[in-house]
């Protein structure tokens, strides 16, 4: 048993809304959220301002072991992300940090200590954790796991339908072959890929609105709590 509740892990691929969804599941149940690929995308920040090579794994390693992380309360149920002081925000959106995040997360001394942080962080339950090995490998103990998938289509149209709610131009076939190719980097590494748990329930999400999403997923929550686990 874990002092503040359980430990709810959400994998799947990238766009496919683990975040939001994960947000609304820790607001439903009074839960803090963690989005793990924040982690890897502010070692990818700093390394590209740095201009550490990304593929310097004992660089990377050193580098993340001299930063002092901080993952400061905010006003939702997400905790922020701070490396030295600084609050990073925005920055960890950026195409460039994308594609450094996705690169970085192959190599395996940076995903032990990533590993590290993560299990601190959630050990003591009342937790949605979102990622790709949350269930496979960060805690394969988890009460509770979610594969949340969509096909790659429903993912760029909704990323399409996000930007242009920004007022931001976009492209979908562009957008369509960036989150093909970060599936693939991301399914095929050699190092904890993203793979559904055995355990896991599997949602598909491309024909449900995000609020049954987040509905069944509680559910789940519920039916734990009834069979007395
Ligand atoms: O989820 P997000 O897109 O923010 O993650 C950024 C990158 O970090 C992903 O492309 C993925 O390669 C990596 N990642 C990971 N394991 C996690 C979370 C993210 O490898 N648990």
Redesign the pocket.
């Known amino acids: 048993m874990r002092p503040n509740g359980i430990v709810i892990a959400i994998?799947g691929p990238?766009g496919v809304g683990?975040?939001t969804v994960g947000k609304l599941v820790a607001s439903r149940l009074g839960y803090s959220f963690i989005?793990?690929?924040?982690?890897?995308?502010a070692l990818a920040w700093k390394a590209l301002e740095l201009g550490l090579g990304l593929e310097d794994e004992g660089a990377l390693v050193d580098l993340a072991e001299a930063l002092k992380w901080a993952f400061p309360k905010g006003e939702g149920p997400e905790a922020g992300i701070s490396l030295d002081g600084r609050r990073l925000e925005l920055e960890l959106t950026d195409e460039a940090v994308?594609r450094a995040?996705?690169g970085i997360?192959k190599l395996a001394g940076v995903?032990l200590f990533?590993l590290g942080m993560?299990r601190q962080a959630g050990r003591a339950g009342g937790m949605v954790m979102?990622?790709?090995?949350?269930g496979t490998n960060?805690f394969p103990d988890a009460e509770l796991k979610v594969y949340l998938d969509a096909s790659p289509e429903a993912r760029a149209r909704r990323r399409v339908g996000q930007l242009k709610a920004q007022g931001t131009e976009a492209d979908y076939s562009g957008i369509l072959d960036f989150i093909i190719k970060?599936d693939a980097?991301?399914s095929g590494r050699k190092n904890?890929p993203?793979r559904k748990a055995d355990d896991a329930h599997y949602l598909d999400s491309t024909e449900m609105p995000r609020e049954k999403v987040v509905e069944s997923i509680v559910e789940l929550y519920k039916r734990l709590g009834e069979s007395g686990k």
């Open positions: 994998d990238a683990k975040s989005s793990t690929g924040k982690m890897y995308r994308s995040s996705s997360a995903r990533m993560q979102e990622g790709r090995d949350i960060v970060r980097q991301d904890n993203l």
